[in-house]
């Protein structure tokens, strides 16, 4: 039987955040009054001084969850290989920062680091005892653009089947599962000058049941000459990869990888008045993870808030209440 | 895709230091969703009624109090730049902004984890200075 719970990401709500309209208790009470069970959070984005937080931060952020009630579901982890201009970071200097983030997960009672896409898979090995020490799994992010047939995605699956271990997985980001390129993008972008040409070519692709993507990796990222019709300008052509991170796969893919999955994000663009997302179909999602038994949270990530219309105000409490309304009621027709 | 974050709105003044105008100031907040050490800031330009800055008159500070040449800031992992909190950002320039109307320019950029190409912001104001 599966236990699926509804989780919000505190990404969802950055714009409020960043603004300063809404501390994060706020945002924390926001969250519980629309129902959610989970929260996830950006430690980068939320907690100041992360991974090495005061505290007095941490006293904050214990009160906080004790006062709402919401349990700390994951930890969006990021890896600065990047750090220095000059040089990547060893294998070792990589290995200790996520051994800084796991321990800073432990402290704040998360048990669950998602790891961004493209972490490179050698450091699950070295991380294993500090994961079974702190009691915290890792688990790589599946995100459009950068799923199952991108070699860094691949080399980490086949490390994570080789440890085959409770600690080492992945998280799904619905993002994947489009079935229509967002409209909100398209507006968007048509006011930066992309022309109307190359998100009808784009639309073709999903009415055809493909995705972008998945047309450049089978063209070995050539544009096929319909592509190349549609571009009209320069601007177009470094607009292009761009769309890349909205990808059609059928839930099917999730098979064999389901006793791996640790967690999801609801990727949410647009919730039309009507009620579903604009571009997934999280019923049919949900149906899905039902039939397989998922025991986990399905956390809304609201992501239009980068797609807001110059002038137009941010609706990111709006997007989140919706989106939450929406998943909480497919829940109860699915699991009862 | 994060303009709306660059160059935070009525904080252009100019700074004065021991009875002089040495420079002018303005504050943005971080070109990216998340906070990250200062040696993460790939660039930082201003451009002040079409003429650009050059770098080396260009300091950057998360505090107001330790700044730094963006040169030094490859090297400054210990200070974050938080989400939500701004960068100050100081040009040296002795007299400042005239009295009236300027148009300023202020982009940044910041490397990230995963994206291959550094996340810019660019905005430009009109400001006044009294």
């Not at chain 1, 990401?9 to 409020?16: A, I, T």
């Not at chain 1, 600690?167 to 109307?196: A, Q, W």
């Not at chain 1, 809304?300 to 219309?309: C, D, H, M, S």
């Not at chain 2, 904080?11 to 969703?33: R, S």
Request: hydrophobic share 35%; proline share 5%.
């Amino acid at each position: 039987m599966s236990r699926i719970k509804p989780c919000v990401s505190l990404y969802s709500l950055q714009n409020e955040y960043l603004t300063k309209s809404m501390t994060l208790k706020e945002i924390m009470q926001f969250v519980k009054e629309h129902g959610a069970e989970g929260i996830e959070i950006l430690p980068d984005q939320m907690l100041k001084g992360s991974p090495d937080i005061s505290e007095e931060t941490l006293k904050e952020w214990k009160g906080l969850l004790e006062e709402t009630g919401l349990k700390p579901v994951i930890a969006d982890v990021f890896l600065n290989t990047n750090l220095y201009k000059n040089r990547t970071l060893t294998h070792r200097e990589s290995i200790d920062l996520l051994i800084k983030e796991i321990k800073q997960a432990s402290r704040l009672g998360i048990h669950l680091i998602r790891l961004v896409s493209m972490v490179p898979y050698w450091v699950c090995e070295p991380l294993l005892p500090y994961c079974e020490k702190y009691d915290v799994a890792i688990a790589l992010e599946v995100h459009a653009g950068m799923a199952f047939d991108i070699p860094e995605t691949k080399a980490f699956i086949a490390e994570m089947k080789r440890l085959n271990s409770p600690y080492v997985g992945l998280v799904i980001d619905t993002g994947i599962f489009c079935r229509k390129f967002p409209r909100v993008v398209r507006e968007y972008e048509t006011l930066n000058g992309t022309s109307r040409q190359v998100f009808d070519y784009i639309d073709t692709l999903f009415e055809q049941g493909t995705d972008l993507h998945a047309v450049l990796v089978k063209n070995d990222y050539q544009y096929p000459a319909e592509l190349e019709a549609a571009i009209q300008s320069e601007h177009d052509r470094m607009f292009v990869p761009l769309c890349d991170g909205y990808e059609n796969y059928d839930f099917s893919v999730l098979d064999e990888y389901m006793p791996f999955i640790k967690h999801f994000h609801l990727k949410l663009f647009e919730m039309t008045p009507e009620g579903p997302e604009y571009s997934m179909d999280y019923k049919a999602l949900l149906t899905y993870l039902h039939e397989h038994n998922y025991d986990g949270y399905v956390a809304t990530e609201y992501e239009g808030n980068r797609f807001t219309l110059p002038g137009k105000p941010f609706v990111e409490k709006e997007q989140v209440a919706a989106n939450q309304a929406y998943i909480q009621k497919c829940l109860k027709e699915i699991q009862g | 895709m994060f303009d709306n974050n660059v160059f935070i709105e009525n904080t252009c003044v100019n700074v004065e230091e021991n009875g002089a105008v040495i420079g002018y100031e303005m504050q943005t907040n971080i070109t990216y969703y998340r906070g990250i050490p200062m040696s993460m800031i790939e660039y930082v330009k201003v451009a002040a009624d079409g003429a650009e800055v050059p770098t080396e008159d260009i300091r950057i500070s998360i505090d107001r109090v330790d700044w730094f040449t963006q040169k030094e800031a490859e090297t400054v992992v210990d200070y974050k730049w938080e989400y939500g909190e701004p960068l100050y950002i100081r040009v040296l320039k002795d007299g400042g902004l005239s009295k009236g109307t300027h148009k300023v320019k202020l982009t940044v950029a910041t490397r990230t984890a995963y994206i291959p190409v550094p996340l810019e912001g660019i905005k430009e104001r009109e400001i006044e200075i009294a």
